[in-house]
């Protein structure tokens, strides 16, 4: 499979996301939340002295932003930022990624400690952010929340739970609460961290240090990959006129450099983000 280079020069891209004709990111370690067209041209749209995670969309179009360790969750519209949503009270360290449902509802991953503590114990929760910016957790105790997707129909949730190599499914109730935990797929090998899911229901991952970007179905089986030989797969998406593009975050960590890069597949993107 082709890959080609969309944009160079970051530090560490993840969270990417498709709105609009144009794919929106956050480059972490540079305090950075830009957009880039399929032409390349590439837009700051936001520098925060704090490390931006998850992105997402309300429905009238507004970006919500993740801030890790201040622990809030901002809108930016019109070239203002405010306060969406401040979850500083929670007895957590930082926000991971977010994704937010049609309705303008967010789910953002609340992590217990930076530094992982291994094991399986969960200990880190996931918050429900109504569209007026109310919140409460939603899921208490989660797995090391990673990346994040919601199915089409809005019914279920799917987390990476990176280290511990798996995808966790829950089920969305009408009040936005997440219950019925269940393992999604064992990723055996890979390491799974951002994904994003398409319309024949698998999810593709970015498979971090193993430097793969992998198809996945329930169940763990893999169909597809796409090598980003010498880069962390560190978080995918589809998108594009078709919905067909996988944008895909890469980093060198040993060099701090980062790229967006792109592929073509069968399948078109479903469900959020």
Do not use: Q
């Not at 931006?52 to 070239?79: C, E, I, K, N």
């Not at 918050?127 to 899921?139: F, K, N, Q, S, T």
């Amino acid at each position: 499979m082709t890959v080609a280079t969309l944009l160079e020069g970051l530090s560490f891209p993840e969270c990417p996301r498709w709105h609009d004709g144009r794919l929106w990111f956050s480059d972490v370690h540079a305090g950075r939340v830009l957009s880039v067209d399929l032409e390349g041209t590439a837009n700051v749209v936001l520098e925060l002295d704090d490390r931006p995670t998850g992105l997402g969309f309300l429905p009238d179009g507004t970006l919500l932003v993740a801030s890790a360790d201040a622990r809030l969750v901002l809108r930016v519209a019109d070239g203002d930022t405010s306060v969406h949503a401040d979850l500083s009270t929670l007895p957590v360290e930082w926000l991971n990624d977010m994704v937010v449902d049609a309705d303008g509802r967010a789910y953002v991953d609340a992590i217990a400690f930076v530094d992982d503590p291994g094991g399986d114990d969960p200990l880190d929760k996931i918050v429900c952010i109504e569209p007026d910016g109310h919140w409460r957790v939603a899921a208490d105790p989660a797995l090391r929340p990673n990346g994040v997707v919601i199915t089409p129909d809005g019914r279920t949730l799917i987390h990476a739970s990176t280290r511990r190599r798996k995808l966790m499914a829950w089920t969305i109730g009408d009040d936005g609460n997440l219950s019925g935990e269940r393992l999604w797929a064992d990723t055996a090998g890979w390491t799974p961290d951002g994904l994003c899911l398409d319309a024949d229901g698998a999810v593709w991952i970015g498979a971090l240090a193993k430097e793969h970007f992998v198809r996945m179905r329930e169940g763990g089986l893999v169909d597809a990959t796409i090598e980003v030989p010498g880069r962390w797969a560190t978080a995918c998406t589809l998108g594009g006129p078709d919905g067909k593009t996988l944008f895909m975050a890469t980093a060198d960590p040993t060099t701090g450099s980062g790229r967006i890069e792109l592929a073509e597949v069968a399948v078109e993107g479903a469900g959020w983000p």
